[in-house]
């Protein structure tokens, strides 16, 4: 998790700004928090619900966020809001480098390990991802109507959040794609030899749309500087 000391020395995390972000919209309660982060931020930044309740609390503590008690019935419950304090640790946040893309998929984790496993149990964990993502691209047809209809919950701000909806989108379709044709191949893998299948392999890197290196070092590949940035911005 990357960690931002702020210029009060406050230890502030990629949760910590989420959620500023979040109440810099509008003033949520815990429960409206954790539902947002249920519908849109746990596919970028997946965090338990129990942390989101500690986090508001801290960022309470650090005046950052003030709560305000209301009544709903016989019900009362805490919304918060942003403070002027907070909105400016917002700002002053997105000074900063961003964080290198990365990804949490446990489904690449087990195909990594498929040769200690059975073909049934790696096939298995790929057509769960192939359904997940199905079941998302029917969430996000339904995201996409709500705001084409006027109906969105931060309708005024669709010229951001139809930025988002591409991205999620062009991901799912993506992931669809990619478990289909991972399925059709490791569904011939029984009935090839180790040969067979690494010939096979070598078809399906080529066809790969990516660009090679005119003059190859001969060196094993070293991943970019850039994935092991990490944001930091101490008191000036």
Do not use: C
């Amino acid at each position: 998790m990357s960690i931002v000391v702020s210029k009060d020395n406050r230890r502030l995390t990629t949760t910590s700004y989420s959620l500023l972000a979040q109440l810099s919209l509008r003033p949520w309660s815990t429960y409206e928090l954790a539902q947002q982060k249920v519908r849109y931020f746990r596919y970028v930044w997946p965090r338990a619900e129990s942390a989101i309740y500690r986090e508001v609390k801290r960022l309470a503590e650090d005046g950052l966020v003030e709560g305000t008690s209301e009544r709903t019935g016989r019900r009362s419950r805490t919304v918060y809001s942003i403070t002027d304090e907070g909105l400016t640790e917002l700002h002053a946040w997105l000074d900063t480098p961003v964080s290198p893309f990365a990804m949490e998929f446990e489904g690449m984790i087990r195909l990594f390990v498929a040769e200690i496993g059975t073909t049934d149990q790696i096939l298995n964990a790929i057509k769960q991802v192939r359904t997940d993502a199905r079941q998302m691209l029917e969430f996000g047809g339904e995201v996409k109507h709500e705001y084409l209809t006027g109906q969105g919950a931060l309708q005024d701000q669709v010229y951001i959040r139809a930025h988002a909806i591409d991205f999620f989108i062009s991901l799912l379709n993506m992931m669809d794609e990619w478990t289909t044709r991972t399925i059709d191949e490791m569904q011939t893998w029984d009935s090839r030899t180790l040969e067979e299948k690494n010939e096979r392999a070598l078809e399906i890197l080529e066809s790969v749309p990516v660009r090679m290196p005119q003059t190859p070092t001969g060196e094993t590949p070293v991943a970019p500087r850039t994935q092991t940035r990490r944001r930091r911005r101490t008191s000036s």
